[in-house]
């Protein structure tokens, strides 16, 4: 069998009876898994081998599939990495840190005014856990954390992780109708909240959710006053004892990497949330093989503006440190491009991280308050497609070379493609990077077959960083993963044979206009090369004749003024006629979700409801 899954294409002409004699029924499927992607697995349950000889045999039998991808020149390619996977949960990592920089600073919270070493994070952790299992957690249950940036969000999620409890990362802007979906929807039995934040009374949203809520037994809030009916999260964090504190670390074994360690709802950019769930195993690689591409150092302050409770602030954030040793800055509880600045500028920070909508408003504020930002080295960008306009502008006003790219999405772990740093510049601007170590991708047409490399289709992706699915969501899991672990993004890729990719837009986002298939990204990066514009979003509106047109939402920078009839003359004889926009609105903002990410289905909802375009016909 293994002999077989190093055929080359010239060996395929062995007639498949012959094959079939050699090999009997196993031969069947693993001739299929070259052939033909969607196979592959089933051989493994024909085989009944253990846990290493199927890892060997997948192995073998990626590298086979690669192996006629490349003599075919089709968009399919697996990374092996450079070195290999970790088969650590997040309190096994947690604690190889400890003991390697006890002494280290591990996280400065400067609204909070606390500096906590490696060793002080583990012992506050542990603490807080065998707290959480006096009040009657155990492993399995979850735990939501409803809470913006803070220190006791880190100390929760590791607490949480060394005891096996599933972290429920719930976004703090969620209001009373939003928090009990979460609630209700994966059956949070504990909670962890502020008292308050900006508007937000927790505690009487959350005291009345649990009306509705059978599964909610635990409210945690950390305040100085109690609340009835709640815990204070100082007491919990010191009611066992020591012998009780120091169990926590003698049960580590019995927490799996392959256990579930969070569920995360995704952002709602497209519709309602989902509850995706992720692996130990998952985010301790994710995280490491984030910091090896970024080439970070245990001198490398990081300044942390994006929300814990998303996958990128989580990865990139709380959970990389953890592989380098080096110390996290929380500038602020939620994002404030002024707090980001001076928090680099007093902490010396070399790195920090941003959507384009974020690193926008730090841009403008940098040039009002020209902060002495020296010491920063390197940005990451991802979460939206950047266009080159804006890293020439990041270049300038922040004053630092080394902006990476990175793409992924909550189902995948965070990253699966991503810049390296110090790499050509021209990659990083046109590119999401390279693809991640231990990960593999296809790009295919709507009929899910493999397109050739350079040709655009649907991004799909496979690997250790892949969701274990969608909670209580049997529906969504099975359209979202194939049944041989293949994850359908949705995003309309080119890969291109050196293993970097090219977004070229969301599926759900492209305009079809009297059979042109038009993606919004394409436009968009046009449109902010005029020097008046400094965003751009490309919707589409319905049209009785073309089916769809082109529309425009533009936002201008400070102090200048432009006219319809402006836009359209820049775009003549520099795009497609079908690309021009028909429809043109000037606007002060878009609808985003809290990470920054433009909700475009609430933009086309506000251009139809404002008359610029016309309402889409309702389905009979």
């Known amino acids: 069998t293994f002999r077989l899954l190093t055929l080359h294409k010239s060996d395929l002409n062995l007639s498949f009876r012959k094959m079939l004699f050699l090999f009997k029924s196993i031969s069947r499927y693993v001739v299929s898994g070259i052939l033909n992607h969607q196979y592959h697995s089933r051989c493994f349950s024909l085989l009944h081998l253990n846990f290493k000889e199927r890892r060997q045999l997948r192995k073998l039998n990626i590298q086979a599939r690669v192996n006629l991808s490349n003599a075919i020149k089709i968009a399919h390619m697996y990374n092996p990495g450079e070195s290999p996977i970790l088969y650590k949960t997040i309190g096994q990592l947690l604690s190889e840190a400890a003991a390697t920089w006890p002494e280290r600073t591990c996280v400065v919270s400067i609204p909070q005014n606390v500096r906590l070493t490696f060793t002080q994070i583990l012992q506050r952790a542990d603490s807080l856990a065998a707290g959480f299992k006096k009040l009657g957690l155990k492993k399995g249950d979850r735990l939501g954390i409803w809470s913006p940036n803070d220190l006791k969000w880190i100390i929760t999620f590791l607490a949480a992780s060394r005891m096996g409890l599933i972290v429920v990362a719930i976004n703090p802007a969620y209001q009373y109708n939003e928090l009990v979906y979460c609630l209700q929807k994966v059956g949070v039995k504990a909670i962890v909240s502020p008292e308050?934040?900006?508007?937000?009374?927790?505690?009487?949203?959350?005291?009345t959710a649990k009306e509705v809520c059978p599964t909610l037994e635990h409210i945690i809030i950390y305040s100085s006053d109690h609340v009835t009916g709640t815990h204070r999260f100082v007491d919990v964090e010191v009611s066992a004892t020591k012998a009780e504190v120091d169990a926590i670390n003698a049960e580590q074994d019995k927490i799996s990497c392959y256990d579930e360690c969070t569920i995360q709802f995704t952002s709602g950019s497209t519709g309602r949330s989902k509850a995706t769930i992720l692996s130990h195993m998952s985010l301790v690689n994710n995280s490491k093989?984030?910091?090896?591409?970024a080439n970070i150092t245990i001198e490398n302050k990081i300044c942390l503006n994006m929300p814990l409770y998303h996958a990128f602030g989580m990865v990139m954030g709380q959970l990389l440190i953890f592989h380098t040793g080096n110390t996290l800055i929380i500038e602020e509880h939620s994002f404030d491009p002024v707090k980001t600045l001076k928090a680099i500028a007093q902490e010396k920070c070399a790195i920090t991280y941003g959507t384009p909508t974020m690193w926008v408003n730090l841009i403008e504020a940098q040039q009002r308050l020209q902060l002495p930002i020296d010491s920063l080295q390197a940005g990451i960008t991802g979460g939206a497609p950047a266009s080159s306009e804006l890293f020439k502008r990041i270049r300038d006003?922040?004053?630092?070379?080394d902006i990476m790219s990175i793409y992924g999405l909550t189902e995948t772990t965070a990253i699966v493609f991503q810049s390296i740093r110090g790499e050509d510049r021209h990659l990083t601007e046109t590119t999401v990077g390279h693809l991640a170590n231990h990960t593999e991708t296809m790009i295919v047409d709507e009929n899910g077959m493999a397109v050739p490399f350079g040709k655009p289709g649907e991004l799909w992706i496979r690997g250790y960083c892949t969701m274990l699915g969608?909670?209580?969501?049997?529906?969504?899991?099975?359209?979202?993963?194939?049944k041989d672990g293949w994850l359908k993004t949705g995003d309309q890729f080119v890969l291109q044979e050196d293993g970097y990719a090219i977004v070229v837009g969301r599926f759900k986002d492209m305009i079809i206009r009297g059979g042109e298939n038009i993606f919004p990204k394409e436009i968009e990066d046009f449109l902010t090369t005029h020097p008046k514009i400094m965003q751009a979003q490309i919707i589409g509106a319905y049209d009785k004749?073309?089916?769809?047109e082109v529309c425009a939402c533009i936002q201008l920078r400070d102090g200048v003024k432009m006219t319809k009839e402006e836009l359209i003359d820049y775009c003549k004889g520099k795009i497609a006629h079908f690309k021009i926009p028909h429809y043109v609105q000037f606007v002060n903002e878009y609808p985003k979700t809290n990470t920054g990410k433009i909700q475009k289905f609430r933009l086309k909802e506000q251009m139809e409801d404002s008359n610029v375009i016309p309402k889409t016909p309702k389905l009979s």
């Open 196 to 207: 308050k934040f900006k508007t937000q009374n927790y505690p009487k949203m959350l005291l």
């Open 470 to 482: 969608y909670w209580d969501d049997e529906e969504n899991t099975k359209k979202t993963l194939t």
């Open 397 to 401: 006003v922040l004053g630092f070379n």
């Open 289 to 293: 093989e984030s910091a090896r591409r």
């Open 545 to 548: 004749t073309y089916g769809e």
